[in-house]
Nanobody, 121 residues
Framework: QVHLVESGGGLVQPGGSLRLSCAAS????????MGWYRQAPGKQRDLVAT???????NYADSVKGRFTISRENAQNTLYLEMNSLKPEDTAVYYC???????????????WGQGTQVTVSS
């Protein structure tokens, strides 16, 4: 079994910053593309940013220029640096990754449990 665990969420004032982390663990052979998604109450889960194994990144228009996605492959860790936060960024943020488990020949699309980000004064 493989697991993704998000951390770093919390309450922050508008204009503030947070850094989210996502740690992968288990019998991991390799990790392909990874991404951050978010879901606000009563709304769909939306893409925030993705990053390839080689470091190529893409962002939703709503966060472009404010958020930065990165990864440390040796540590199996994904990050999301969030700056200039707005109330509309309030959501549960989920980590996603395509993980090839040891001894297998196909990837598993894996989700974390989510971490709450609340932007409010």
């Amino acid at each position: 079994q493989v697991h993704l665990v998000e951390s770093g969420g919390g309450l922050v004032q508008p204009g503030g910053s947070l850094r989210l982390s996502c740690a992968a663990s288990g019998s991991i052979m390799s990790i392909g593309p990874m991404g951050w998604y978010r879901q606000a109450p009563g709304k769909q889960r939306d893409l925030v940013a993705t990053i390839t194994a080689g470091g190529g990144a893409n962002y939703a228009d709503s966060v472009k220029g404010r958020f930065t996605i990165s990864r440390e492959n040796a540590q199996n860790t994904l990050y999301l640096e969030m700056n200039s936060l707005k109330p509309e960024d309030t959501a549960v943020y989920y980590c996603n990754a395509r993980i090839v488990q040891s001894g297998r020949y196909a990837y598993t699309d894996t989700w974390g449990q989510g971490t709450q980000v609340t932007v409010s004064s």
